[in-house]
């Protein structure tokens, strides 16, 4: 089984312009912010040469009332050749694809800006309009936090390989795991710990599979992988390196170290089941005999 050494349904969309922006210039076109994690996911703030403070006070340019955001969180401005983000001394931090912004930073095309729990996706060219429904389309897919795929996305393919297992007589398997006592970890370090958290183990899986597998959180902490043309024990044999992978990986947050393991669950595609949710059982409830026999194990 090739494993590689290196490194929820939908939000409903809301479209939500604010204010009227100015192309900076020519060459660089206007830019967008787009909330692809968070209340509001979908949302469309327009990015000009005004300065753009966000923040939870409703007197800001752009106010997104979250809890952990501070009420002038920080501000976006224009330099005449650059975007840039100033953090304004809040009290969770501004970062820049996941670096803190320590006194100013750049905003590229791309970039993700997040504040508090809240991450929104940088556009910025002579197409943001093009590239705006691009990354609205790929939300339906993808979750925003980790970037894995989706409750949706994950519904349909296992449906897929359900009929495809029918019809061609082929086996597959399905992994089901969790972050163990992640309640625990939420309340000694906060949500915004556990969202690291979430977002670091899937930068640590995504590429680490072979390409026709499907990995996906489909819930608060939990995910599910689809294994293609995998039967049991080779599935275990995976779940087993992934279980190892977790539990080795150093997580941080605010430099300080979080123990992480996973409890994980496996299941092969039965002639019997009628269809995906009885695999999804049957994977599920050997996820919870992990849990109940101690944790940071693999049950088959």
């Known amino acids: 089984m090739p494993f590689k050494d290196q490194t929820t349904s939908a ?3 809301v479209l939500t312009d604010v204010g009227e922006a100015r192309s900076p210039s020519k060459a660089m076109g206007s830019g967008c912010l787009v909330v692809i994690y968070g209340h509001e996911m979908g949302r469309r703030i327009q990015v000009g ?3 753009l403070i966000i923040g939870r006070s409703p007197q800001n340019q752009i106010q997104i009332d979250q809890e952990s955001i501070s009420r002038r969180h920080c501000r976006i401005w224009f330099s005449g050749s650059e975007f840039l983000v100033r953090d304004l001394g809040s009290t969770n931090g501004t970062y820049v ?15 993700q800006l997040k504040v508090g729990r809240t991450i929104l996706k940088f556009i910025v060219g002579d197409d943001v309009e093009v590239q705006y429904h691009e990354e609205i389309y790929r939300l339906m897919t993808t979750d925003g936090l980790t ?7 994950f519904d349909e393919m ?5 009929a495809r297992a029918k019809r061609y007589k082929r086996s597959f398997s399905l992994l089901v795991f969790d972050v163990d006592h992640f309640k625990n970890i939420n309340d000694r370090f906060g949500h915004l ?7 670091q183990l899937g930068a640590v899986l995504l590429g680490r599979l072979r390409v026709n597998d499907v990995l996906a959180r489909i819930g608060g902490e939990e995910f599910a992988l689809i294994t293609p043309e995998v039967g049991l024990e080779g599935a ?6 992934i279980n190892r992978l977790i539990s080795d990986t150093r997580f941080e947050f605010d430099g300080a170290r979080v123990d992480v393991t996973v409890s994980v669950g496996v299941a092969e595609w039965q002639p019997h089941y009628e269809d995906a949710a009885d695999l999804f059982q049957a994977a599920d409830a ?13 049950c088959y």
Do not use: C, F, W
């Not at 296992?158 to 359900?162: G, S, T």
């Not at 710990?193 to 977002?199: N, V």
């Open 11 to 13: 939000s409903q969309t």
């Open 236 to 241: 275990a044999e995976l779940a087993g390196k």
């Open 49 to 51: 040469t005004e300065p």
């Open 158 to 162: 296992i449906d897929r390989e359900v």
């Open 193 to 199: 710990a556990g969202d690291a958290i979430l977002r």
């Open 286 to 298: 050997k996820m919870y005999e992990a849990k109940q026999s101690g944790r940071n194990r693999v």
């Open 147 to 153: 970037q894995l795929h989706n409750k949706r996305y």
């Open 97 to 111: 694809n996941d670096d803190l912004v320590e006194e100013e930073g750049r905003l590229r095309h791309g970039d």
